[in-house]
């Protein structure tokens, strides 16, 4: 049996923490390969390593020095190596990160150096190897992970390491220069691991006991998710549900590596499971898996008679869009009807009139409208193919808090149901929904 556990950065933040995790990884055998966050806060008014290493870099662009940012993260790491009372010389590594980050004037190269001094940090601490996320992680010409590489890499250098610390958040690029992922990206690095290993589990080890049904500012009492699937993960993210990175499930997800998010503070509790299709059939019985929703979206309604007859219409209705660089989030449609719905933040400087002008010149529409401040919000549950009458479930609650529906749409995945509604009713909607289906 092995597995991979990722400790996030509270997990990482002082050597009261260190303790926890260590405590978390001798308690298992299993336990092998860990990779580590750079410490995060201690409380919520500290900072975050990562984030003074950012620092450090403006400071370096800013002046050609690194004294004051610098200065920070050496405090934290020679307390730290203090209070865990280990025989470190961890002055002369802080020395030559410190003349590295001046000579490779690179804001990746600078940032990667809170992993990097963590996992040096915790290796000693635990007695494990320290394998470098450098020599394992490849990026190619275009900035994209090159899996197939790097998961050879991990292969060969780990195949015979019994126990090993790896910095999560960076690798090289493919002209060998230290090149991070994006915030949060050591959930990825313990993803690629747990692949490259073949591990049984992938234990993400954070601060909270997994998802919750939906956000707990707007229903306290939410639930934790016991089980999720890929795909609805997927949804959930997209919606903004965080806790982990949302490329983190593309490593391990063609393995069938499960992902547990589990507490570093309370490890007694089962945390939220992230699973295959076929695992979550099993054992689960909830049609209701997760609610997530964003705010301040803008719906183009189109109406136009005969709109489905008329070859290239939608065609013509995206080019618009994609001529003013704009994503479209989603396409509800009826037989003459189609509303284009697309973050507002997206029509800065005025362009949502030019948008619709250019549509009423393309497709010569009957009538086109606008609905701003729309929130959109997903109920997404894998058992919603099965069951009958989830979705008159959905709108029943939804009818009873007097929320007025804006639109409809649902994926044929019939994974979700995706409503809009006015950015006024948006909590209001989340919280019926929920109290709807627990
Ligand atoms: N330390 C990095 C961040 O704060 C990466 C990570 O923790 O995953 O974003």
């Known amino acids: 049996m092995i597995k991979v556990c990722k400790f996030g950065g509270t997990s990482m933040a002082d050597a009261k923490a260190f303790a926890q995790v260590k405590s978390i990884i001798n308690s298992e055998a299993s336990r092998r390969y860990i990779v580590v966050s750079a410490p995060g806060k201690r409380n919520k008014q500290d900072i975050k390593i990562t984030d003074t290493l950012y620092a ?10 690194i004294d004051k940012n610098f200065s920070l993260i050496r405090e934290r790491f020679t307390d730290l190596v203090k209070d865990l009372g280990l025989d470190m010389d961890i002055e002369k590594i802080l020395d030559q990160t410190e003349v590295q980050i001046i000579e490779n004037k690179s804001a990746d190269f600078t940032a990667s150096r809170g992993e990097y001094l963590s996992a040096m940090v915790m290796a000693k601490y635990l007695g494990f190897e320290f394998v470098d996320a450098a020599d394992l992680v490849r990026f190619d010409s275009r900035g994209n992970l090159s899996l197939d590489y790097t998961d ?3 292969r060969q250098k780990l195949d015979g390491v019994e126990k090993a610390v790896i910095p999560g958040f960076y690798g090289k690029d493919y002209e060998g220069n230290i090149k991070t992922f994006s915030r949060g990206g050591s959930d990825i690095t313990g993803s690629i691991i747990a692949r490259g290993v073949q591990a049984d589990l992938y234990e ?3 601060d909270v006991s997994g998802f919750l049904v939906c956000d707990p500012r707007i229903v306290p009492e939410a639930k934790v998710i016991k089980q999720v699937t890929y795909k609805e993960l997927r949804e959930l993210a997209y919606m903004g549900a965080s806790v982990l990175h949302p490329e ?5 997800m063609k393995n069938k590596i499960m992902i547990n998010i589990k507490n570093t503070f309370k490890p007694s509790e089962p945390g939220t499971m992230i699973v295959p299709n076929e695992k979550y059939e099993l054992c689960s019985d909830s049609v209701v898996t997760g609610i997530a929703g964003k ?8 109406e136009k008679s005969m709109m489905n007859a008329e070859v290239g219409f939608i065609r013509k209705v995206l080019s618009v869009l994609e001529h003013y660089g704009l994503c479209v989030e989603h396409l509800p449609s009826g037989v003459d009807t189609l509303s284009v719905v697309v973050a507002s933040d997206q029509l800065k400087d005025g362009i ?4 619709v002008n250019e549509i009423r010149e393309n497709v010569s529409p009957d009538y086109v409208h606008v609905i701003e401040n729309i929130s959109l919000i997903a109920t997404v549950g894998h058992g919603m193919n099965r069951r009958v009458g989830t979705a008159a479930k959905l709108f029943a609650a939804l009818a009873k808090e007097n ?8 994926g044929s995945s019939e994974l979700n149901i995706i409503i809009g509604v006015e950015n006024s009713d948006y909590e209001k909607c989340i919280s ?3 109290k709807a289906f627990n």
Request: hydrophobic share 50%; proline share 2%.
């Open 56 to 65: 450090t870099f403006e400071e370096l662009k800013a002046t050609g020095k």
């Open 248 to 252: 983190a499930i593309f490593p391990v």
């Open 204 to 206: 993400n080890w954070t």
């Open 352 to 355: 949502l009139s030019d948008v």
């Open 432 to 434: 019926a929904i929920y």
């Open 152 to 154: 050879d890499k991990v």
């Open 403 to 410: 929320i007025n529906l804006r639109m409809i749409d649902q």
């Open 295 to 302: 705010k301040d979206f803008t719906v183009i309604f189109i």
